[in-house]
């Protein structure tokens, strides 16, 4: 089945704490993205990558890494998280970029920082 | 003013109805627009692609209106299961590098 895995699906971290939030599709998309999405403010791009080893900031890059070393795999990295960086996260693929096929989203990863 | 605006809602409708939400996208450079349906605290998921010609898919229909920056969705005899809240996106370069998402329109159809 085409998806985008992302993992995990729930987490409770405190302060500073690293963490990495993984993101897996098996349909050989070029184009990843990461998207945080918070009451009142829709969803925002965090980072997003045209293909390997090339990635680029989205809207709210700030307090977030990512790495695209592999097509499939597109980690998120929070290195040292905050209570602001509590939200719902998703992580979305598409074929290439520049095209109308749409984006196919992970199922989320509901984030909280305490 | 913000990149995408929509009606937020909620738009409360019986069964049967025809629905009608607003989008308006603010770059005239914009390439590429989308509605997506998403389900309360799941992924966004693609309802379709919009373009000048316009898009019929079943009861669904959205139409592009670059020269008003509008992109209307229209829903025709509601479903239950159309509860949801339906996003505009809108791309911001040719290259589609980035999304731009409305905040959305919350749909409730009541039996």
């Known amino acids: 089945e085409a998806q985008v895995t992302q993992n995990p699906r729930y987490l409770i971290t405190v302060t500073g704490k690293k963490l990495t939030v993984t993101c897996s599709q098996n349909m050989n998309h070029e184009y990843m993205s990461w998207y945080r999405q918070d009451p009142g403010l829709g969803l925002r791009q965090i980072y997003y990558?045209?293909?390997?080893?090339?990635?680029d900031k989205g809207d709210v890059p700030e307090g977030y890494k990512v790495s695209r070393k592999e097509k499939r795999n597109f980690p998120l990295i929070l290195e040292s998280p905050s209570p602001n960086q509590t939200s719902l996260y998703f992580c979305?693929?598409?074929?290439?970029?520049?095209?109308?096929?749409?984006?196919?989203f992970g199922s989320g990863t509901r984030l909280t920082v305490v | 003013r913000k990149e995408v605006e929509q009606d937020p809602g909620p738009f409360n409708v019986p069964e049967g109805a025809t629905v009608a939400f607003n989008c308006t996208y603010s770059n005239s450079a914009s390439q590429s627009f989308f509605w997506y349906r998403q389900d309360c605290r799941k992924e966004p998921k693609l309802l379709m692609s919009v373009y000048s010609s316009g898009n019929e898919d079943g009861r669904f229909t959205a139409q592009l209106n670059r020269a008003s920056q509008y992109i209307p969705l229209l829903i025709r005899d509601s479903k239950l299961s159309d509860s949801a809240t339906y996003l505009c996106?809108?791309?911001?370069?040719?290259?589609?590098?980035?999304?731009?998402f409305g905040s959305g329109t919350q749909l409730t159809v009541l039996p």
């Open positions: 996106v809108v791309t911001r370069m040719r290259s589609a590098r980035q999304l731009t």
């Open positions: 979305a693929s598409s074929l290439v970029a520049g095209n109308n096929y749409g984006y196919t």
């Open positions: 990558s045209m293909n390997v080893e090339v990635t």
